[in-house]
Structure formats: structure tokens, C-alpha cells
């Protein structure tokens, strides 16, 4: 098994684990409380950290200061690329084929041989694939796509 096979069955894994299953995890070693107000406690600690954070930043003085979720969220112009939607991205690749072939119809030339692609070929650029997607954001139902193609 190499990094790529344990990290997909990593993420697969966690895919397929819910909430009650972790909730049921750390019930049963008894570290944490077992009655509801637990929850609510996270949620004051929640609170209890942003407040934290906000008086840290108002601490240092700061020209033009922003605010604590600004400074916890990534602007959209940190995003290295959005993977488009599974029907946008299957007809933007129907429109490019489409384009192909009508600038290839002008110019019927027989002497150039198609290249034959083999299977070996094929399955390193769905590799190809499958590592730029595991570097992307939000990528899993992607992912899943291109396992199945294996």
C-alpha cells in the first residue's frame, strides 16, 4: 500500500463516519461528560475563544482593524481553483470537444495518425487527476467520481 491508497481509504473512511459514532467513542471512554451539557459548554468555550481572539486583536492597535470572523475566514481570492459542479464540468468538456471538432473539420488532413492512447497511458493521467483533486478544496464527491473510473 502506498501514501495515495492509505490516504483514499482515509478519506473514505471518514466519509463514512457519523456523529453519533464519534459522540459513542468518546462516551464510552468516559473523559468527557456524558449529559447534554456538554454541547452547550462547547458552544460557550466557542464564544469564549472569539471574545479572547477579539480583545487580542483590539489589543494590538492595529490601523484598518478587522473583525474576528474577517480575520478567521480565507477571502475567495486565496482560492487556487474551484472545481466546477459535475453538469458544468461535463458540459464544459462537451463544448471544448465540440469546438475541437469543428476547427478540426476545416482542415482534413489524412496524413496525421491519431494517437493511440493505452490503458496504462490512461490510468497515470486519472492519477494525475486524482492527486490535483486531493490538493483541491472540497473535492471528495470528485474524487469518488475518478475512483470509480479505476
Known sequence: MNMLQATEYIIQA???????????????????STNADFFDDAQETDNSMFEELAETLNALHLPNQMGVN????????????EVPEEDRLIAELADAFREEETNNSDEDDDAIEPIIISASMALRSLEN??????QQVNTAKHIKSVCILE
Request: with cysteine; charged share 20%; hydrophobic share 45%.
Open 129 to 134: 487527476v486524482k492527486l490535483f483533486l486531493f
Open 14 to 32: 471518514w466519509e463514512e463516519t457519523t456523529p453519533a459514532t464519534i459522540r459513542n467513542c468518546w462516551h464510552h471512554t468516559k473523559i468527557l
Open 70 to 81: 474577517e480575520f478567521l475566514t480565507v477571502p475567495d481570492e486565496n482560492v487556487v481553483y
